[in-house]
């Protein structure tokens, strides 16, 4: 028991480190953003350690859902460089993490923005989404493929992108046959997507 408690902390440590998760600001319509940068999410070190749920949970519960209770919210999820195997943590553990959710604060999200999705990630949602995640999670979700269109509902003062997140958005601007799979990134890319939405052909045409 003793073991397990000492990783656990160490897990949330590592968390609070590499902040994937950041309550930052609020969007143009006055909600509190939840900002989740997948590529700091150090899934591969967490699996290592064993109880890493447990520990991504326990971060939430002291971190983050205290502050977003009973409060409308959004979250801002950056999909871009995220890895199989360095910082995707699986379907399954984020779909236990999302029915984890407090009711006070599941209640509260208004919106799912997802940032840099990719293909392989739009056609996983439209196809298997709505069978892996709730039906009241199901509609929120916004496809943003490009930072310009994130700021249409965001305060570019109220949250923080990180530079390679632009770097990426700028190198989509000239080589824009990555968003279809057409052409490699180079960073060979698990596309595996977090969250459905239920609007395929609007997604694929990339309109949050």
Not at 138 to 142: A, F, M, N, Q
């Given at each position: 028991m003793d073991n397990l408690e000492e990783r656990v902390s160490e897990e949330?440590?590592?968390l609070e480190k590499l902040e994937p998760f950041k309550i930052q600001g609020r969007d143009k319509r006055g909600r509190r953003i939840l900002?989740?940068?997948g590529k700091f999410f150090p899934a591969r070190m967490m699996k290592g350690m064993g109880g890493g749920e447990s520990a991504m949970m326990a971060y939430l519960e002291k971190r983050i859902f205290p502050e977003l209770e009973g409060k409308p919210f959004v979250v801002v999820y950056v999909h871009t460089y995220v890895q199989r195997s360095d910082?995707?943590?699986g379907v399954a553990a984020l779909?236990?993490?999302y029915e984890a959710l407090p009711p006070s604060v599941r209640d509260g999200l208004q919106a799912f923005y997802f940032v840099h999705p990719g293909l392989h990630a739009r056609l996983f949602l439209a196809t298997l989404g709505r069978f892996l995640f709730s039906a009241g999670l199901?509609?929120?979700?916004?496809y943003v493929s490009r930072l310009e269109f994130l700021w249409e509902h965001m305060r570019r003062g109220e949250i923080q992108i990180p530079e390679f997140v632009h770097d990426h958005d700028e190198e989509l601007e000239h080589r824009?046959?990555?968003d279809y799979g057409l052409e490699s990134d180079h960073h060979r890319l698990y596309e595996a997507p977090v969250m459905d939405?239920?609007?395929s052909m609007?997604?694929?045409r990339c309109i949050s």
């Open positions: 949330e440590i590592l900002r989740i940068i910082n995707f943590p779909r236990s993490v199901y509609g929120k979700v916004r824009p046959l990555m939405s239920s609007a609007h997604s694929l």
